[in-house]
């Protein structure tokens, strides 16, 4: 887990070194282990490193295999790279580290641009052929791993976060209507390949990018599940909840291989509690697990302590438990929307940072439960949108999913921020009408977790855990697990309010009270509800003389939401005034004007 830069010439030039210096430099907490730049003719890469696998300087990056003349930068960590070393030493390759990145090499040496079908693991990566010039830029199946890219006509810069871009320089930071109209649909999200400034890209999830010396270049998607039934299971139940079982073993002992500690961030909720069980059923001992609350505000509770604790005891885990005061989150929103590589609505953001700067202190790996809801269906809206059939699903997905019409996005946005059609409800209308699902919760869930999982959760998870040198992985995002739960019929994944299979395999190995609990999430009140602290700060940042400058939302509005702060929530109970806010600060924040 590190972060990584670089930047590609295409007008005969050579690379802004200092530029990429500047990138690098930005990314220190991704990776406060190590340092490392390459340049070679019109190609220069950067890299932090965080030491996960060969703690050696062997593992230093840029890597270079001088025999197959390719240098590679990684972010990322493959779970088998053992196996895979195994498989390459077979072909009569040697190696001279443990490290994966050096897997990474050998791998694409063997079997070029395919190379990435036989990684398991979360990675982006950019590979340079020394002799043709030749750019491959590479992300995992989920995008979990972040690659930003900015490109004008003479070069391409390209790196882990965003910010990152920013600090080399030239990019075109106005901001981008499409995108705008996504975030404020979608909850702060906003869908590969877009940002919300124009300038700015991201590489797709399972996409490998090659770039020419003159600067054309070909996208490869390598990975696309098949949400439609399998024969071998029928509608068993017991052979769906067996297979199901199976592979999340398998998915939870891929991501303990580290020659350092990890831990579990555990919540107390059904998913990070069935990680913790299956650790312990593998004979993981002493397993460090965490768990944070806060005050609580207006009558709502800020922790799941109870639950945490109950699984703790179960399995007798080293647990840690941390309670923040009111009072420490305004300076925690700062750190937050600093690290964040887009802005993000979802207040856990906050706890996510918070529980990280806590944990990066024990150890540097932890697993977490993010993904489940997606996979299996849990979220409280799916069965509305199964339940409208296969031609009604976009429009009962906007129903249920968005946070307000097209009508009321522009209303919202000055009239020149603003794009004159609905583009997020016609993103999701083509996304459904693609082949390969079978029915309306299918498309459904093909949509989340291959467009908007991706930069909502599992962004959210990267960008506040990478903040504090700490490497998240997602047990519920393996590829196989994914593929399985694709294929597994929507009724199964329905059943018993949402993730009825998880809930049936949970029942086998923890507590009750934790299986049959109402669905919790990580809470903010403090957020939430607009309590006095963050509200200041959001006034502060809405009335700023950056915000009237820009003028990027309606100001008549803008001062009704501020006048009545609980009184504006989108469709789905979300304080609107917080997300115009978030926005807002963030592009404050990163000096954006």
């Given at each position: 887990m590190c972060g990584l830069s670089g930047e590609v010439r295409f007008d005969?030039?050579?690379?802004?070194?200092?530029?990429?210096?500047?990138?690098?430099?930005?990314?220190?907490?991704?990776?406060?282990?190590?340092?490392?730049?390459?340049?070679?003719?019109?190609?220069a890469l950067g890299h932090r490193r965080l030491k996960i696998i060969d703690l050696s300087e062997n593992g230093a990056q840029p890597m270079t295999d001088a025999q197959l003349g390719v240098t590679a930068v990684f972010n990322g960590c493959i779970y088998n790279y053992r196996e895979l070393r195994g498989r390459l030493q077979g072909l009569g390759h040697r190696f001279y580290s443990d490290s994966d990145t050096e897997v990474l090499l050998r791998a694409y040496g063997q079997w070029g641009r395919e190379c990435v079908e036989f990684l398991v693991g979360m990675f982006a990566f950019a590979l340079v052929e020394h002799r043709t010039g030749r750019v491959v830029l590479g992300r995992d199946r989920l995008?979990?791993?972040?690659?930003?890219?900015?490109?004008?006509?003479?070069?391409?810069?390209?790196?882990?976060?965003?910010?990152?871009?920013?600090?080399?320089?030239?990019?075109?930071?106005?901001?981008?209507?499409?995108?705008?109209?996504?975030?404020?649909?979608?909850?702060?999200?906003?869908?590969?390949?877009?940002?919300?400034?124009?300038?700015?890209?991201?590489?797709?999830?399972?996409?490998?990018?090659v770039i020419e010396r003159d600067g054309t270049h070909r996208d490869h998607c390598y990975w696309q599940p098949s949400y439609t039934r399998r024969a071998e299971f029928g509608r068993d139940p017991a052979l769906w909840q067996e297979a199901v079982h199976e592979a999340l073993r398998t998915a939870v002992k891929r991501r303990t291989v580290a020659d350092v500690p990890?831990?579990?961030?555990?919540?107390?909720?059904?998913?990070?509690?069935?990680?913790?069980?299956?650790?312990?059923?593998?004979?993981?001992?002493?397993?460090?697990?965490?768990?944070?609350?806060?005050?609580?505000?207006?009558?709502?509770?800020?922790?799941?302590?109870?639950?945490?604790?109950?699984?703790?005891?179960?399995?007798?885990?080293?647990?840690?438990?941390?309670?923040?005061?009111?009072?420490?989150?305004?300076?925690?929103?700062?750190?937050?929307?600093?690290?964040?590589?887009?802005?993000?609505?979802?207040?856990?953001?906050?706890?996510?940072?918070?529980?990280?700067?806590?944990?990066?202190?024990?150890?540097?790996?932890?697993?977490?439960?993010?993904?489940?809801d997606e996979v299996f269906a849990g979220y409280h809206w799916y069965p509305r949108i199964a339940a409208a059939g296969r031609t009604d699903a976009p429009d009962a997905y906007a129903e249920a999913y968005f946070d307000r019409t097209h009508d009321d996005v522009t209303a919202l946005l000055h009239e020149d921020a603003a794009?004159?059609?609905?583009?997020?409800?016609?993103?999701?209308?083509?996304?459904?009408?693609?082949?390969?699902?079978?029915?309306?919760?299918?498309?459904?869930?093909?949509?989340?977790?291959?467009?908007?999982?991706?930069?909502?959760?599992?962004?959210?998870?990267?960008?506040?855990?990478?903040?504090?040198?700490?490497?998240?992985?997602?047990?519920?995002?393996?590829?196989?697990?994914?593929?399985?739960?694709?294929?597994?019929?929507?009724?199964?994944?329905?059943?018993?309010?949402?993730?009825?299979?998880?809930?049936?395999?949970?029942?086998?190995?923890?507590?009750?009270?934790?299986?049959?609990?109402?669905?919790?999430?990580?809470?903010?009140?403090?957020?939430?509800?607009?309590?006095?602290?963050?509200?200041?700060r959001v006034r502060e940042a809405l009335t700023a003389p950056e915000a009237r400058r820009r003028g990027l939302f309606d100001q008549d509005r803008v001062a009704e939401m501020l006048a009545d702060p609980a009184g504006h929530r989108t469709k789905r109970g979300a304080s609107t005034l917080w997300q115009v806010a978030s926005l807002e600060i963030w592009l404050q924040t990163h000096g954006i004007t």
């Open positions: 005969g030039g050579r690379p802004d070194l200092a530029a990429v210096e500047r990138m690098t430099d930005e990314m220190e907490q991704r990776g406060p282990d190590g340092r490392g730049l390459w340049s070679q003719g019109a190609v995008g979990i791993k972040p690659l930003y890219l900015t490109e004008d006509g003479d070069r391409l810069r390209f790196a882990s976060s965003l910010p990152a871009l920013l600090a080399g320089g030239g990019v075109d930071t106005s901001l981008d209507a499409v995108a705008l109209h996504q975030y404020l649909s979608w909850h702060g999200t906003v869908a590969a390949p877009r940002t919300v400034l124009s300038g700015v890209r991201k590489l797709p999830q399972a996409t490998v990018r990890v831990g579990v961030l555990l919540s107390g909720g059904l998913d990070s509690s069935l990680i913790v069980a299956l650790l312990a059923e593998q004979g993981q001992s002493d397993l460090a697990t965490f768990a944070m609350g806060f005050e609580s505000e207006s009558g709502e509770e800020g922790d799941e302590f109870p639950y945490s604790d109950l699984v703790a005891r179960r399995y007798s885990t080293e647990h840690h438990q941390f309670l923040i005061p009111s009072d420490r989150l305004p300076a925690a929103l700062e750190s937050a929307i600093g690290a964040m590589s887009e802005p993000m609505v979802s207040h856990d953001a906050v706890a996510f940072h918070l529980l990280a700067e806590q944990v990066a202190k024990d150890v540097k790996v932890v697993l977490c439960g993010q993904g489940a794009p004159d059609h609905d583009a997020s409800r016609e993103f999701v209308r083509a996304d459904m009408a693609a082949p390969g699902a079978e029915s309306a919760l299918d498309a459904t869930l093909r949509l989340d977790i291959h467009k908007l999982m991706t930069d909502d959760p599992v962004k959210r998870v990267d960008n506040m855990t990478m903040a504090w040198g700490l490497e998240a992985r997602v047990p519920f995002l393996d590829q196989e697990l994914v593929e399985l739960a694709a294929a597994c019929p929507p009724g199964l994944k329905l059943a018993q309010g949402g993730k009825g299979v998880l809930k049936d395999i949970g029942r086998q190995i923890l507590p009750r009270k934790v299986v049959d609990r109402p669905k919790g999430y990580f809470p903010v009140p403090a957020v939430r509800h607009m309590a006095e602290p963050v509200l200041n």
